[in-house]
């Protein structure tokens, strides 16, 4: 079972920046996909972005294209989502997620194993 803990949240005004981290470990986390994802109060937990085992391919969602990047360090076993020009729609608890399966982290709703999430919250 992989060990995901989450971090960087905080609040911001609009149009502000975080970086969040995700920190995990277990048996072959360094050859897995691993992604970001958020959830809104009463809306479904959704995938932000994704990328591949080694960081070759990513995948944003439409509403973070250009604002958000996803990047990681494999030999910290850590993803990285850098997070610009946010908006008040971006309030969220932030997850994060692996799979050898680059597809799998598109099945939300499989998705059984996640970090406790670290809380965004973007207000003026």
């Known amino acids: 079972q992989v060990h995901l803990v989450e971090s960087g949240g905080g609040s911001v005004q609009p149009g502000g920046s975080l970086r969040l981290s995700c920190e995990a470990s277990g048996p072959l986390i360094s050859i897995s996909a691993m992604g970001w994802y958020r959830q809104a109060p009463g809306k479904q937990r959704e995938l932000v972005a994704a990328?591949?085992?080694?960081?070759?391919?990513?995948y944003y969602n439409d509403s973070v294209k250009g604002r958000f990047t996803i990047s990681r360090d494999n030999a910290k076993n850590t993803i990285y989502l850098q997070m610009n020009s946010l908006q008040s729609e971006d309030t969220a608890v932030y997850y994060c997620s692996a799979n050898r399966q680059w597809a799998a982290l598109f099945e939300v709703d499989m998705i059984t194993n996640w970090g406790q999430g670290t809380q965004v919250t973007v207000s003026s």
């Open positions: 990328i591949s085992n080694y960081g070759a391919v990513t």
